[in-house]
């Protein structure tokens, strides 16, 4: 089989990439490097410069390559940077989607990969964790384009015998490298790091939400284990029109103060976090149930936090010097 990776030049969709590659599948990467990276992908994976709206493109790279299967995550992912440009992300998410599914309907291509994302629950009831039957009410476009993108997949795979794969990732971080590390400085690790580099203490928004220390408690996943499972969902053996929309995560829930106590341990920075009020939205607890995953992927999620927090240093520190060597763990 060959792979089309879309985003392949981003923080995951590299990740993937490598993941594909020294597992021995044969990989190709469509990145418009709006964001990405073209050097974080392995030498040996060959990379189209272009969009996913470009329809014309698509189908040229699906035929040349003799593509056999599509790992979709190329997307505009800023939850508010889409409140502020709600018509950019459809287009961008939604309409590069219809775009690509175009092209691989087309092409007669019998499998397909989505990245979803927690987002697609909005602000979920604060139960112990959850399931993908819990229902979806995103609250900003960007988790909009995610749960239509998964409508898109389920719909256009059953009409057109495609076998479909939507993973709703939960709290992605960490490094399989330092030079494959996010960039960016939209999750809650780099921007602790960031503040941490310019001399600033953290921030916690609220320490009087219903969890046992009053921070907010998220389900962090290391972009390596996250990886592992785009393998194992590329590879699943699945009737043509089938569909599983599965969480991502470790199950496991890790408060905000939880995270800045590994985070001073790693970097050796432990001044005291800056308490500001609890931000509207924010929801108390988000954890995954990942029995799905467990059973229909056989995935589980081997690293821990403390890993993704020296991975995500490691690789912090090679593009900010100034913010010293890392600790060994
Ligand atoms: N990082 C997270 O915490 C997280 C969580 C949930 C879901 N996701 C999803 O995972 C996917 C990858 O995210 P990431 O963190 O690697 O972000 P990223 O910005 O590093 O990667 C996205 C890649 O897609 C490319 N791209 C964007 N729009 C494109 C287009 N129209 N055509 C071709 N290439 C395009 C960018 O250049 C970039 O290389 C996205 O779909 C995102 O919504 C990410």
Same mark, same amino acid.
């Given at each position: 089989?060959?792979?089309?990776?879309?985003g392949?030049?981003?923080?995951?969709?590299?990740?993937v990439?490598? *993941?594909? %590659?020294?597992?021995?599948?044969?990989?190709?990467? /469509?990145?418009?490097?709006?964001?990405?990276?073209p050097?974080? &992908?392995?030498?040996?994976v060959p /990379?189209v410069?272009g969009?996913?709206?470009?329809?014309? &493109?698509?189908r040229?790279?699906?035929?040349e390559?003799?593509? %056999?299967?599509?790992v979709? /995550? *190329?997307?505009?992912k800023?939850? +508010? #940077?889409?409140v502020?440009?709600?018509l950019?992300?459809?287009r961008?998410n939604?309409g590069g989607?219809?775009?690509?599914l175009?092209?691989v309907?087309?092409?007669?291509?019998?499998?397909?990969v989505?990245?979803?994302?927690a987002?697609?629950?909005?602000?979920?009831p604060?139960?112990?964790t959850i399931s993908?039957?819990?229902? =979806?009410?995103?609250?900003?476009p960007?988790?909009?384009?995610?749960l239509?993108? #998964?409508?898109l997949?389920?719909? %256009?795979?059953?009409?057109?015998?495609?076998a479909t794969? =939507?993973l709703?990732?939960f709290n992605v971080?960490?490094?399989? *490298?330092?030079?494959?590390a996010?960039t960016?400085?939209?999750?809650?690790?780099?921007?602790v790091?960031?503040? &941490? %580099?310019r +001399?600033?203490?953290?921030r916690?928004?609220?320490?009087d939400?219903?969890?046992?220390?009053?921070t907010c408690?998220?389900d962090?996943v290391?972009v390596?284990?996250?990886?592992a499972?785009? /393998?194992?969902?590329?590879?699943?053996t699945?009737?043509p +029109?089938?569909d599983?929309?599965?969480n991502?995560?470790r199950?496991?829930?890790?408060s905000?103060? #939880?995270?800045?106590?590994?985070?001073? #341990?790693?970097?050796?920075?432990?001044?005291?976090?800056?308490?500001e009020?609890?931000?509207?939205g924010?929801?108390?607890?988000a954890?995954?149930?990942?029995? &799905?995953a *467990?059973?229909?992927l056989?995935?589980?999620a081997?690293?821990?936090?403390?890993?993704?927090?020296?991975?995500?240093?490691a690789?912090? =520190?090679l593009?900010?010097p100034?913010?010293g060597p890392?600790r060994?763990?």
């Amino acid at each position: 089989m060959t792979w089309l990776i879309t985003g392949g030049a981003g923080y995951i969709g590299a990740h993937v990439a490598r *993941a594909m %590659t020294g597992a021995g599948e044969r990989v190709v990467a /469509l990145d418009d490097v709006s964001s990405g990276i073209p050097e974080r &992908l392995p030498p040996d994976v060959p /990379l189209v410069r272009g969009s996913s709206l470009d329809g014309e &493109l698509l189908r040229r790279v699906l035929a040349e390559h003799a593509v %056999t299967g599509v790992v979709h /995550l *190329a997307a505009r992912k800023q939850v +508010g #940077e889409s409140v502020a440009q709600p018509l950019r992300y459809y287009r961008e998410n939604v309409g590069g989607l219809v775009t690509l599914l175009d092209a691989v309907a087309a092409a007669g291509i019998r499998r397909f990969v989505f990245s979803s994302s927690a987002a697609v629950y909005g602000d979920p009831p604060a139960a112990e964790t959850i399931s993908e039957d819990t229902p =979806c009410a995103p609250v900003s476009p960007y988790g909009e384009t995610k749960l239509a993108g #998964e409508w898109l997949v389920r719909a %256009t795979g059953r009409a057109h015998g495609i076998a479909t794969t =939507c993973l709703r990732y939960f709290n992605v971080a960490g490094a399989a *490298a330092p030079e494959l590390a996010d960039t960016g400085v939209f999750n809650v690790v780099p921007m602790v790091f960031d503040r &941490l %580099t310019r +001399g600033e203490a953290p921030r916690v928004f609220g320490t009087d939400h219903p969890t046992p220390d009053g921070t907010c408690v998220r389900d962090y996943v290391h972009v390596q284990d996250l990886a592992a499972a785009h /393998l194992a969902a590329a590879r699943r053996t699945a009737a043509p +029109g089938t569909d599983l929309t599965v969480n991502i995560g470790r199950g496991e829930g890790v408060s905000v103060r #939880e995270l800045l106590t590994v985070i001073g #341990e790693v970097t050796g920075d432990t001044r005291a976090p800056l308490v500001e009020p609890r931000r509207a939205g924010d929801a108390p607890r988000a954890v995954a149930d990942v029995r &799905l995953a *467990a059973r229909e992927l056989g995935f589980t999620a081997g690293l821990g936090v403390r890993e993704m927090v020296a991975s995500a240093w490691a690789g912090w =520190c090679l593009r900010h010097p100034e913010a010293g060597p890392a600790r060994p763990l």
